[in-house]
């Protein structure tokens, strides 16, 4: 379904700057929350995940956040380059044996301007 | 490795033909995927494989079919296209369930029915 959502369609960041893509979610049972990062006319690429015991996990440049009070995730891009601009999906895999894929929200296209 | 490959890369039916995406990785891993991607929306799953000769239907499953002979390839069957299945196509592979999240995505196949 479409429990997963994101606060902003568009977002317009400087090069250089840092970047906060937000998403909420709407099921308490989802059990990992992932990022994806899709550029123009390319499939979608894994950037980082979390789990729902963690509040937060960082990788190169980009830290996730993950608020189960409000059902908040966000992630954060440091330093943000040309290189970043793409369409950015949160996704939750839901703990259940029902199915075994990704539920993804609909998509934050950042826009780096220089 | 190649990764996951997606043959073709465009495709315009008529309504009523029908048409095979074909998707092969070269990973060896035992999830497989299928997704459509409609303008402006995050990725629908139509089917998955959890191994050869298993198969299961995803959110979005009607008018599709799928098969599972071999571990390497995923084919995902359209049988009479209706205007409905205009979208971009995404195979997506695992390499098990305890790291399903990160899932791999070929280019995509963009589909026209007119």
């Known amino acids: 379904g479409e429990s997963v959502g994101l606060h902003l369609p568009t977002l317009s960041v400087q090069e250089g700057d840092n970047s906060i893509i937000n998403c909420a979610y709407s099921?308490?049972?989802?059990?990992?929350f992932i990022w994806y990062k899709q550029e123009s006319g390319k499939g979608p690429q894994f950037i980082i995940d979390i789990r729902s015991n963690m509040d937060k996990r960082q990788g190169q440049r980009v830290t996730v956040l993950l608020n189960k009070t409000v059902k908040h995730l966000s992630l954060q891009i440091a330093a943000t380059q040309p290189g970043d601009s793409a369409v950015y999906f949160c996704?939750?895999?839901?703990?259940?044996?029902?199915?075994?894929?990704?539920?993804f929200g609909k998509g934050t296209s950042l826009l780096v301007t220089p | 490795n190649a990764g996951v490959t997606q043959t073709p890369k465009f495709r315009i039916l008529k309504i009523g033909q029908s048409m095979t995406l074909q998707c092969t990785q070269d990973m060896n891993h035992n999830y497989m995927y299928w997704y459509r991607q409609d303008p402006g929306m995050g990725l629908k799953l139509i089917y998955y494989s959890v191994g050869a000769g298993i198969t299961d239907k995803g959110e979005v499953p009607n008018g599709y079919n799928v098969s599972r002979s071999t571990t390497e390839d995923f084919p995902l069957r359209l049988e009479l296209a209706a205007p409905s299945q205009t979208s971009v196509y995404f195979c997506?592979?695992?390499?098990?369930?305890?790291?399903?999240?990160?899932?791999?995505f070929g280019p995509g196949t963009r589909l026209t029915v007119t």
């Open positions: 996704a939750e895999n839901l703990n259940s044996n029902s199915g075994y894929a990704l539920n």
């Open positions: 997506a592979s695992s390499y098990s369930k305890q790291y399903l999240y990160e899932q791999y």
């Open positions: 099921n308490s049972a989802s059990d990992y």
